[in-house]
């Protein structure tokens, strides 16, 4: 007996059905976007083995990464979400305690200090699961809300 792993890219825009199978998370299917809530932030370049464990007073890219998510986009909905960008920026923990993410969004909207993590259960069990993209959510229009209230088929 094999097994064999494979994942569904649903598109995220309001009311698209399209769905794609892929192997690897990572491959990206042909002519779909991937938004992510951490593109602003730059990708460091290599560092030389001697000099990784130097920690300067700066957060890591993983630290600053902290609280991300993705949404993904078919090529009939590229620009769905380009007036409502999500922007997460992950800020210091103190070890032993929870990470914490600022979330906003391209449209200009602050939207606070959010726990990263993902919600067990909850009286409100609308919208993601994840705490920081719950908060964006929650600030979208009706119809850009869709993508985290559709049927799971």
């Known amino acids: 007996m094999s097994t064999e792993t494979v994942y569904r ?3 995220d825009a309001p009311h698209c059905t399209a769905a794609v199978l892929v192997e690897d998370l ?9 938004i992510k809530s951490t593109d602003h932030i730059p990708v460091p370049p290599p560092r030389a083995p001697w000099d990784r464990n130097r ?4 957060l890591s890219y993983g630290e600053r990464c902290r609280g ?3 949404l993904h986009l078919c090529p009939e909905h590229p620009d769905t979400f380009n007036t409502h960008l999500p922007i997460t920026e992950g800020l210091y923990a103190r070890p032993g305690k929870d990470g914490q993410a600022e979330v906003s969004c391209s449209c200009g909207a602050k939207l606070g200090w959010v726990t990263t993590g993902y919600r067990l259960a ?4 609308t919208g993601p699961s994840q705490y920081t993209e719950k908060a964006w959510w929650r600030h979208l229009p009706a119809e850009l809300q869709w993508y985290a209230q559709r049927d799971a088929a």
């Open 9 to 11: 890219f649903r598109c």
């Open 122 to 125: 909850s009286e409100d069990m």
């Open 68 to 70: 991300d998510f993705s």
């Open 26 to 34: 990572k491959d990206v299917p042909e002519g779909w976007r991937t």
């Open 55 to 58: 920690r300067t007073n700066r």
